[in-house]
């Protein structure tokens, strides 16, 4: 990206950029699923997921045999994509992917994710440190609900474009280090990640892309006491509502899934089967590097 966003003198080259990012809208194009004929997508497969996702950051796809939508199918369409460092999280499994499926005991019972309660808008990796960004990410369904559990998405980049088209100082709140803090995660007593604070929007150094960390959660989370910041965040959560012309709303089925460079996403709520082995189940790739903005012939 040769514009920066946060520079907000540059008025010209922000208009410039805006104009493109709105344009690729017109068509409804980010609401296209590209069909991947095998575990092993095609050259022009992979280009369409490369180009959505640089002009939304987000793709959606649909596997022509669902049954073949393993985890090993899952990491090799990622690297496929650049996606080469693997996130190992506290609920994760041992192979840095989670398998994200009701669970009712053990560690994962107090996160959300894990649960048929409804997901609040959020970027992946909000709690991390900068050592571990998350920059993108595959979340691949193996089976769906009975009702409910779809996905809603929102390109951060169009976050941040309606969010300066109200206010380019809401922008300036936004970039300021301590503006969003993130308190430590105790369990039973004992600190297994300390606080977190930093910036919602920042250019990621290794890509030059727009990164934003966000939550939109009500508990656990702490805004700058500040009038400016607290506007900029009402008028965030404003702007993350389903009438959104930019909001896309998705159910995915058995061998579908979405590549994302990290954008805002949330969960509906769900219900779901009585037969566990017919309850919804997703795995989940997150990444510490941004989908490929092009692939490299004869890769």
């Known amino acids: 990206m040769s514009f920066n966003p946060l520079d907000l003198s540059d008025e010209r080259g922000y208009q410039q950029w805006r104009s493109k990012k709105i344009s690729a809208y017109e068509n409804e194009d980010n609401k296209a699923v590209i069909d991947l004929s095998s575990t092993r997508p095609d050259e022009a497969a992979l280009s369409g997921i490369v180009a959505a996702c640089n002009q939304f950051n987000y ?11 393993d985890k090993h199918f899952v990491r090799q369409l990622g690297l496929s994509l650049g996606l080469q ?6 609920c994760s499994d041992e192979d840095s992917i989670s398998s ?16 048929d309660k409804q997901l609040t808008w959020h970027t992946d990796g909000y709690y991390n440190d900068e050592s571990r960004t998350i ?7 193996v089976r769906p609900a009975v009702s409910g559990g779809e996905n809603l998405m929102l390109d951060h980049e169009m976050a941040y474009i309606l969010l300066r088209d109200e206010n380019p100082d809401y922008i300036s709140a936004f970039t300021a280090l301590d503006v969003l803090t993130i308190p430590p995660n105790i369990e039973n007593g004992k600190e297994i990640r300390g606080a ?3 910036p919602v929007f920042s250019m990621d150094p290794l890509t030059s892309t727009l990164h934003m960390r966000y939550s939109a959660r009500t508990r656990n989370i702490e805004w700058k006491d500040s009038s400016l910041t607290q ?7 404003q702007l993350l509502d389903i009438s959104n012309p930019y909001v896309i709303t998705y159910k995915m089925q058995a061998g579908e899934g979405i590549i994302a460079n990290n954008v805002l996403h949330n969960r509906t709520a769900f219900t779901d089967t009585e037969a566990p082995e017919n309850r919804r189940l ?4 997150r990444s510490y590097d941004r989908v490929v903005s092009s692939l490299v012939a004869g890769r």
Do not use: F, W
């Not at 994200?100 to 649960?115: F, K, W």
């Not at 506007?231 to 959560?237: D, L, N, R």
């Open 231 to 237: 506007e900029a965040a009402a008028c965030m959560k």
């Open 282 to 285: 997703l795995y989940r790739a």
């Open 135 to 141: 920059r993108a990410m595959v979340l691949h369904c």
């Open 196 to 198: 977190q604070s930093g």
């Open 85 to 90: 460092r693997l996130d190992g999280n506290l």
């Open 100 to 115: 994200i499926q009701v669970m009712n005991s053990g560690r994962h019972t107090g996160y959300i994710p894990y649960t």
């Open 59 to 69: 793709a959606i796809y649909r596997l022509a045999d669902a049954t073949q939508g």
